[in-house]
C-alpha cells in the first residue's frame, strides 16, 4: 500500500477542519435560536450555505445536521420538522 503524498494529507486536514468549523456555525445557529429550533432551510439561509446545484438546494445543511445528529450532537422534532441541540 503507498503512502498518501504530503499534499493529500494535507488536503485531508483542510477538510477536517472545514467540516468541523461548518458543523460548529450549525451548532451557533441552534444554541442561538434556543429550544425552539430551526429548520433545514433557516440553517442553511442563515448561514449561507442554503444553496445547490439545480434542483438540490438545501443538502449541505442537511448533510452536515445528519453527520451531527450520527454524533448525537442535534434531534429533529419530526412533527415540526425542527432541528435543536440534542438534550
Do not use: F
Not at 19 to 37: C, E, F, I, P
Not at 62 to 68: E, G, K, N, P, V
Request: proline share 2%; aromatic share 4%.
Amino acid at each position: 500500500m503507498t503512502q498518501p503524498t504530503e499534499r493529500a494529507v494535507q488536503a485531508y486536514e483542510d477538510a477536517q477542519r472545514a467540516m468541523a468549523m461548518l458543523k460548529s456555525a450549525v451548532y451557533r445557529a441552534l444554541l442561538d435560536a434556543g429550544g425552539n429550533g430551526l429548520s433545514n432551510a433557516q440553517i442553511g439561509k442563515r448561514l449561507g450555505i442554503h444553496t445547490g446545484h439545480k434542483g438540490h438546494e438545501g443538502h449541505i445543511p442537511r448533510t452536515l445536521l445528519a453527520i451531527m445528529e450520527g454524533e448525537h450532537v442535534v434531534e429533529q422534532d419530526t412533527d415540526r420538522k425542527l432541528w435543536r441541540l440534542s438534550r
